[in-house]
């Protein structure tokens, strides 16, 4: 089992930018597949980004040149680096990880402001 918390989120004005981490409680190097939800009021939660073990990433269109996922496997951690936000940006983004069962942090609000 895995637990995972993210951190990161939080205000920011169209065009800027942050970066969500998620941390998770042992290795993710053995992990199968992490990545990132999110889910705005009244919407259904759509996934973001998604980076495997082996290194191979995938990305929703409507991020596609803004967004980048990454991991750093010394601090079992997991990144979304978030460029050039739009207020369509505006969610709770849930981390994941993926092996026998899925596992999901609590989410981080982001919210960008026109």
């Known amino acids: 089992q895995v637990q995972l918390v993210e951190s990161g989120g939080g205000l920011v004005q169209a065009g800027g930018s942050l970066r969500l981490s998620c941390a998770a409680s042992?290795?993710?190097?053995?992990?199968?597949?992490m990545g990132w939800y999110r889910q705005a009021p009244g919407k259904e939660r759509e996934l973001v980004a998604r980076?495997?073990?082996?290194?191979?990433?995938a990305y929703a269109d409507s991020v596609k040149g803004r967004f980048t996922i990454s991991r750093d496997n010394t601090k079992n951690t997991v990144y979304l680096q978030m460029n050039s936000l739009k207020p369509e940006d505006t969610a709770v983004y849930y981390c994941?990880?993926?092996?026998?069962?899925?596992?999901w942090g609590r989410g981080t609000q982001v919210t960008v402001s026109s």
């Open positions: 994941y990880a993926r092996e026998l069962y899925d596992y």
């Open positions: 980076l495997t073990s082996g290194g191979s990433t």
């Open positions: 042992r290795t993710i190097f053995s992990i199968n597949a």
